[in-house]
Structure formats: structure tokens, C-alpha cells
């Protein structure tokens, strides 16, 4: 895997949609995506390739076309997370990485799975 640490320096800047994060919870959400260096992002997509599969696409990931969906799918396949960090990116999907960080990946949603 690709090191992040480029992309996560301007991934605050890069949100579309600021109001997608509450502001309380940026640092802590940037914090988990730098910890965990590139496992959001493949854990992301691959629930949503498992959830499209079964005929469940999550809301975000439905509204990406074919051609976006399939270099996500390719990134994912290359083990590579800043190509989909990048994807989301450009597609104003940052804030979903945020909320699937601070869901899965916090102290507080591990002590609960």
C-alpha cells in the first residue's frame, strides 16, 4: 500500500461538503484516518461492493457512475487506498470516509463490537 500522509495533509481542505462532518468531529475523524493508514478506505469500499452485490447499495456509492464505481472497484483490487481516498475526494465523498471512520474504526465502536 501507498503511504497517505500527502493525502490526508489536504484531505480537510478537500471536503465539498463541510457540513457532512460536524466540525467537532474533524480532528478526531482525521486523527482515525491517519492511524489507521489506509484500512477506512478499503474496508469503505469493500462493504459497499459486499452491500451492492446483495443488491443494497449504500445511498453514496450508488450515485457514483459506472465509470467511477469501476476505478474504485480497481483500487480495491490494487490494495491501493489513496487512489480511493483520491476518488472520493473528487467525487465529494470525503465525509463518508469521516463518519466510516469514527463508526468502525473509533476506540468507542470497537469496545461496542
Not at 9 to 15: C, G, Q
Not at 46 to 52: M, W
Not at 54 to 68: F, I, T, V, Y
Given at each position: 500500500?501507498?503511504?497517505?500522509?500527502?493525502?490526508?495533509?489536504?484531505?480537510?481542505?478537500?471536503?465539498?461538503?463541510?457540513?457532512?462532518?460536524?466540525?467537532?468531529?474533524?480532528?478526531?475523524?482525521?486523527?482515525?484516518?491517519?492511524?489507521?493508514?489506509?484500512?477506512?478506505?478499503?474496508?469503505?469500499?469493500?462493504?459497499?461492493?459486499?452491500?451492492?452485490?446483495n443488491g443494497?447499495?449504500?445511498?453514496?456509492?450508488?450515485?457514483?457512475?459506472?465509470?467511477?464505481?469501476?476505478?474504485?472497484?480497481?483500487?480495491?483490487?490494487?490494495?491501493?487506498?489513496?487512489?480511493?481516498?483520491?476518488?472520493?475526494?473528487?467525487?465529494?465523498?470525503?465525509g463518508?470516509?469521516?463518519?466510516?471512520?469514527?463508526?468502525?474504526?473509533?476506540?468507542?465502536?470497537?469496545?461496542?463490537?
Amino acid at each position: 500500500m501507498q503511504p497517505l500522509s500527502y493525502y490526508y495533509h489536504n484531505v480537510l481542505e478537500s471536503l465539498e461538503k463541510p457540513c457532512d462532518v460536524p466540525a467537532v468531529h474533524l480532528q478526531e475523524g482525521y486523527d482515525l484516518l491517519y492511524r489507521y493508514g489506509g484500512r477506512v478506505e478499503m474496508d469503505l469500499i469493500r462493504r459497499a461492493e459486499e452491500a451492492s452485490a446483495n443488491g443494497e447499495p449504500p445511498p453514496w456509492h450508488e450515485a457514483l457512475d459506472a465509470e467511477q464505481r469501476d476505478k474504485l472497484r480497481r483500487a480495491l483490487d490494487d490494495e491501493n487506498p489513496a487512489k480511493i481516498l483520491k476518488l472520493m475526494q473528487r467525487n465529494g465523498y470525503t465525509g463518508v470516509l469521516y463518519h466510516h471512520a469514527r463508526e468502525v474504526f473509533s476506540p468507542d465502536a470497537q469496545s461496542v463490537a
